[in-house]
Nanobody, 126 residues
Framework: QARLVESGGKEVQAGGSLRLSCAAS????????MGWFRQAPGTERELAAA????????VYADSVKGRFTISRDNANNTVFLQMNNLKPEDTAVYSC???????????????????WGRGTQVTVSS
């Protein structure tokens, strides 16, 4: 049974850093694209970052470029999101998502991902 479990969310002050982790089980992790999505209250869920299984190619939302870094450890079935210089507008529930692909595409739409974690809350105070 596929399962994604996020951890690392908490409240931090603006300018601080956090590292989120997502542990996967029940899937061939090394052949799955992994994404981090976020949803703030009253807004649509949006992609923060995604990473391909092939060569670690990644994509970021414009709002997090230069501050967030997505990485993966295929040996331990874990994907990370390093978040630096956090801003109050980064406050959201961050969810990990996965999709198995056989090509070079790097999906960015929520509807393309079939496996989801429950999310972890990140709160950035000013």
């Amino acid at each position: 049974q596929a399962r994604l479990v996020e951890s690392g969310g908490k409240e931090v002050q603006a300018g601080g850093s956090l590292r989120l982790s997502c542990a996967a089980s029940g899937i061939p992790f090394s052949t799955y694209v992994m994404g981090w999505f976020r949803q703030a209250p009253g807004t649509e869920r949006e992609l923060a970052a995604a990473i391909h299984w092939r060569g670690g190619r990644s994509v970021y939302a414009d709002s997090v470029k230069g501050r967030f870094t997505i990485s993966r450890d295929n040996a331990n079935n874990t994907v990370f999101l390093q978040m630096n210089n956090l801003k109050p507008e980064d406050t959201a529930v961050y969810s990990c998502a996965a999709i198995g692909t056989v090509d070079g595409r790097l999906p960015t739409q929520e509807s393309e991902y079939g496996i989801w974690g429950r999310g972890t809350q990140v709160t950035v105070s000013s």
